[in-house]
């Protein structure tokens, strides 16, 4: 009985939750634009999350350097748009070019490294990107950050739109790599990397493959952010708390799940909330925030929500 409501009940769940978002912009007002600000910012991070979910659920690929791939997105279409008049079509384009070599690159470090050590690795790698985009100031200003002109930006109901756009086409796009072909090889070398290496799987390739999948996202993301901030500085896009945010919300939620980056946004939410309470009387809150709930996240539900919920229900049709 049980089984047979658990399913039709996380549906209607998730198209009530849509119908929310898509009649939100409908009644403007002032409480209206604050809660679409927030639902934005959930939604920018769970598309980013579902992106890292790719490369570090499924395949087990802990990268904490995430966001270079969203820098490299962000300021290939600042760049290209305010230095160079590039349609903004080619600017997306040459975003996801450098994104696709550097997921490339730290492909072929991953085939010597895993673990920790490739998370550190991919930490540096966002290091001197972050550091390259402060230096060459004759090409992206410095600190001072490049600033859109108003012709190439989105207003703030179309970034919303764009989002949301975004976020139904990972978790699309999530579910039929999950259970494709690559979802499979990917879970595999989750597992057991040389097992699947014994039995003649190309685990260098898969990994390149799902990397370059995964940094693909996140660089149309950056430009989408781009787009939207009208300004792009390199603590804004190369910042290790973006790749943070993408960790523990998929962490939250349950890595390699189709959903687990949905059921994490609780952590953007509770985050948005305490800054906005506390942000300015105590510094550094939302760190504290972030700490808490990852202690939390760890000793009760370590493989997330999602993975807490499925034994619940098997137990309850049982």
Same mark, same amino acid.
């Given at each position: 009985?049980?089984?047979?409501?658990?399913?039709?009940?996380?549906?209607?769940?998730?198209?009530?939750?849509?119908?929310?978002?898509?009649?939100?912009?409908?009644?403007?007002?002032?409480?209206?634009?604050?809660?679409?600000?927030?639902?934005?910012?959930?939604?920018?991070?769970?598309?980013?999350?579902?992106?890292?979910?790719?490369?570090?659920?499924?395949?087990?690929?802990?990268?904490?350097?995430?966001?270079?791939?969203?820098?490299?997105?962000?300021?290939?279409?600042?760049?290209?748009?305010?230095?160079?008049?590039?349609?903004?079509?080619?600017?997306?384009?040459?975003?996801?070019?450098? #994104?696709?070599?550097?997921? %490339?690159? /730290? +492909? =072929?470090?991953?085939?010597?490294?895993?673990?920790?050590?490739? !998370? &550190? $690795?991919?930490?540096?790698?966002?290091?001197?990107?972050?550091?390259?985009?402060?230096?060459?100031?004759?090409?992206?200003?410095?600190?001072?950050?490049?600033?859109?002109?108003?012709?190439?930006?989105?207003?703030?109901?179309?970034?919303?739109?764009?989002?949301?756009?975004?976020?139904?086409?990972?978790?699309?796009?999530?579910?039929?790599?999950?259970?494709?072909?690559?979802?499979?090889?990917?879970?595999?070398?989750?597992?057991?990397?040389?097992? #699947?290496?014994?039995?003649? %799987?190309? /685990? +260098? =390739?898969?990994?390149?493959?799902?990397?370059?999948?995964?940094? !693909? &996202? $996140?660089?149309?993301?950056?430009?989408?952010?781009?787009?939207?901030?009208?300004?792009?500085?390199?603590?804004?896009?190369?910042?290790?708390?973006?790749?943070?945010?993408?960790?523990?919300?998929?962490?939250?939620?349950?890595?390699?799940?189709?959903?687990?980056?949905?059921?994490?946004?609780?952590?953007?939410?509770?985050?948005?909330?305490?800054?906005?309470?506390?942000?300015?009387?105590?510094?550094?809150?939302?760190?504290?925030?972030?700490?808490?709930?990852?202690?939390?996240? %760890?000793?009760?539900?370590?493989?997330?929500?999602?993975?807490?919920?499925?034994?619940?229900?098997?137990?309850?049709?049982?």
């Amino acid at each position: 009985m049980h089984r047979n409501l658990a399913r039709p009940v996380g549906i209607a769940i998730i198209v009530g939750l849509i119908g929310v978002l898509l009649t939100l912009p409908l009644f403007p007002s002032p409480s209206t634009t604050y809660f679409m600000g927030l639902i934005l910012q959930v939604m920018l991070f769970v598309y980013l999350a579902q992106a890292w979910n790719l490369a570090g659920g499924l395949a087990g690929l802990f990268s904490l350097g995430h966001s270079a791939y969203f820098g490299i997105g962000a300021y290939a279409y600042a760049v290209g748009v305010a230095k160079y008049g590039l349609p903004p079509l080619a600017c997306f384009a040459i975003g996801l070019f450098l #994104s696709a070599v550097l997921a %490339v690159i /730290t +492909g =072929l470090i991953s085939t010597r490294l895993s673990g920790m050590f490739f !998370a &550190m $690795v991919t930490l540096g790698l966002n290091e001197i990107l972050l550091n390259l985009a402060s230096q060459l100031t004759w090409l992206t200003k410095g600190d001072a950050g490049t600033y859109l002109r108003k012709q190439f930006t989105i207003s703030f109901t179309t970034a919303y739109w764009v989002f949301f756009g975004l976020c139904i086409a990972a978790f699309v796009l999530m579910a039929l790599i999950r259970h494709s072909k690559l979802g499979t090889l990917c879970v595999a070398i989750k597992e057991n990397e040389a097992f #699947s290496r014994a039995i003649g %799987v190309n /685990t +260098g =390739l898969w990994k390149i493959v799902i990397l370059l999948i995964s940094a !693909a &996202m $996140v660089s149309i993301g950056g430009g989408f952010f781009a787009m939207y901030q009208g300004i792009v500085a390199p603590t804004m896009v190369f910042s290790f708390s973006i790749s943070i945010k993408m960790l523990i919300v998929t962490m939250i939620g349950g890595m390699g799940t189709v959903f687990g980056p949905l059921a994490g946004a609780v952590l953007i939410v509770f985050d948005e909330l305490v800054r906005a309470w506390l942000g300015s009387s105590f510094g550094g809150v939302s760190l504290v925030a972030y700490g808490t709930i990852l202690v939390i996240c %760890v000793l009760f539900l370590p493989k997330g929500i999602m993975e807490r919920l499925r034994p619940a229900s098997r137990e309850a049709s049982s």
